[in-house]
């Protein structure tokens, strides 16, 4: 509470407090409250009895929809509306006066937990939305820096409270259940054996009472065989114990009933919950399974977030492309690509596979684009076209190249684009006299080679071609140099000659030397 003092909270901004005035009205809370955006805190948190402020922390305001935010302030206005911070304070009170009885312990537990169910009904009446609700509190499931007196919404057991929002509470029940019919079973079965064995004792026993009696009494006609028999007939025979086990035409039973009849068996609780928040049915995986591919519980998930569908599979594979790994289905479904997009570069001759296609759509690339490109003269395929996208080569600029009297291909269109020739550059060097290839252009860029460079060399007396001014350069030939052997008596030098003066430093200062 110290820190909290030390740091204030914020006021909200007007449309969030327009959203938590609403949440008040639907609940039926006439109180003042008041809201604040709070930088420590990392989950929603009610704090006060008589004059309650809902804090808002920034992770939460961030990090969560709208739709999830709206959830989890009703969960706090709720507490409100049930006066749970009131009765928090007794509760810490009896804690603490007895803090030595476990059963303090154990009820004040159960009330926390009970508190926290209620106000999660309260929020799911007004919001009507269980899966956002559980998403929130998955999100915030480590969020759990709140002051003991305050109301935070991911207090409590968050698993069992997820579960609960899911359905996933019934499970254990629903167990517990089972296993008492089996033993209620095993224990009927028990009885009628028992019952059937004691009456066969009963039935023996009674019919060497009377065999011994006729023994002592000779005058006593025998008995006829035939008259033991109705005593033998009368036991019952025992019933076989029942099969326990389900049917594999009895109707599934649960949530992983169904996921272990799908292929999805000893799934963790992280796992159930994943599947569960994102809507996972058994028939849907089983519909993935039909298309061939068998991801983990991880790769389902996946597929599910991004939309991916059995149909989306079909129609993408309907088109030509061998789709044999999620990453790429998912990664397609990412992206945006539609089969009408495959189909569209199939026509124009391009034949990309899924790793293309994906890429293709990262960068941007069309099939109108493709059809500009091919109008300028470059029949491109799928790795080129995004190589000349990813440069940002646009037709104009092609057709620019063209004008200078150049045929570049794709390869070379990207590397001039790298190296940052323009049209401009290719016509001032072309002004020179020079009629350099696209090669030599790039090189030519890439050595800084100018047009200024090419006249302070031909105003010095020396007519190179391309290769030749591309050398000098690299060899650290300048005007000045040329100018600074001239002074010393060097008129006549060649190139060559130029550059061996260059190498030994023949006019270099004691200080350079």
Same mark, same amino acid.
């Given at each position: ?44 948190? !009610? ?34 509306? #049930?006066?749970?911070?009131? !009765? ?72 069992? #409270? ?14 517990? $259940? ?8 095993? &224990? ?8 059937? &064995? ?9 019919? #060497? ?86 991801? %983990? ?7 599910? *977030? ?29 992206? $945006? ?11 124009l001759g391009v034949q990309p596979d899924a790793d293309q296609i994906i890429g293709m759509k990262v960068q941007g ?6 059809? %500009? ?16 996208? !990813?440069?940002? !080569? ?14 570049? %291909? ?38 800084? *080679? ?38 010393? $008596?060097?008129? %006549? ?21």
């Open positions: 509470m110290e820190k909290m003092r030390r740091t204030p909270s914020i006021p909200v901004g007007a449309r969030l407090r327009e959203t938590c005035l609403a949440l008040q009205r639907r609940l039926g809370l006439t109180r003042m409250i008041q809201y604040g955006e709070c930088a420590w805190l990392e989950a929603p948190a !009610v704090i006060g009895s008589f004059r309650p402020i809902v804090l808002l922390p920034i992770t939460a305001l961030t990090g969560l929809s709208e739709q999830q935010l709206q959830v989890v302030i009703a969960h706090e206005l709720a507490h409100i509306k #049930r006066l749970d911070p009131f !009765v928090n304070v007794f509760q810490i009170a009896a804690e603490t006066l007895l803090f030595y009885h476990p059963a303090v312990w154990w009820i004040s537990k159960r009330i926390r937990a009970e508190r926290e169910n209620c106000c999660d009904d309260a929020a799911i009446s007004v919001c009507g939305n269980a899966i956002e609700y559980a998403r929130a509190l998955t999100l915030m499931e480590e969020w759990r820096r709140a002051p003991a007196l305050a109301m935070a919404v991911n207090q409590g057991p968050v698993g069992n #409270r997820i579960a609960r929002l899911l359905g996933l509470g019934a499970l254990s029940t629903e167990i517990r $259940g089972i296993g008492l019919t089996a033993s209620f079973l095993c &224990l009927t079965v028990a009885l009628v054996s028992g019952s059937a &064995l004691l009456s066969f004792a009963h039935a023996s026993s009674g019919v #060497r009472s009377s065999a011994s009696v006729q023994a002592t009494q000779p005058s006593a006609p025998p008995v006829p065989a035939a008259s033991a028999q109705p005593a033998i007939k009368s036991i019952p025979a025992a019933k076989p114990t029942p099969d326990l086990a389900p049917s594999e035409h009895e109707p599934v039973s649960s949530y992983i009933d169904g996921m272990k009849a799908a292929g999805l068996s000893d799934l963790t609780v992280d796992q159930l919950v994943a599947l569960k928040i994102q809507g996972v049915t058994p028939e849907y995986v089983r519909a993935i399974h039909e298309q061939g591919l068998h991801p %983990d519980v991880d790769g389902i998930v996946g597929m599910r *977030v991004q939309g991916v569908t059995p149909e989306y599979i079909r129609e993408m594979r309907a088109t030509g492309l061998a789709l044999t790994e999620e990453d790429e289905i998912v990664g397609m479904k990412v992206q $945006g690509v539609i089969p009408e997009y495959v189909r569209a570069l199939k026509e690339v069309t099939p109108q684009y493709i059809r %500009d490109m091919r109008a300028a003269g470059l029949h491109v395929d799928a790795d080129e076209v995004v190589g000349l996208k !990813v440069q940002g !080569v646009t037709p104009e600029y092609v057709h620019g190249l063209h004008e200078q009297g150049l045929q570049p %291909d794709a390869d070379e269109v990207v590397g001039m684009r790298v190296q940052g020739v323009t049209p401009e550059y290719i016509r001032d060097i072309r002004a020179t006299g020079l009629k350099p290839t696209a090669d030599q252009i790039i090189g030519m860029r890439v050595q800084g *080679v100018t047009p200024e460079y090419i006249k302070a060399l031909q105003s010095a007396g020396f007519k190179l071609d391309v290769d030749e001014v591309i050398g000098a350069m690299v060899q650290g030939l300048t005007p000045e140099f040329i100018e600074r052997a001239r002074k010393h $008596g060097f008129q %006549d030098l060649d190139l060559d000659k130029l550059i061996q003066l260059k190498h030994i430093g023949a006019f270099d200062t004691p200080a350079e030397l």
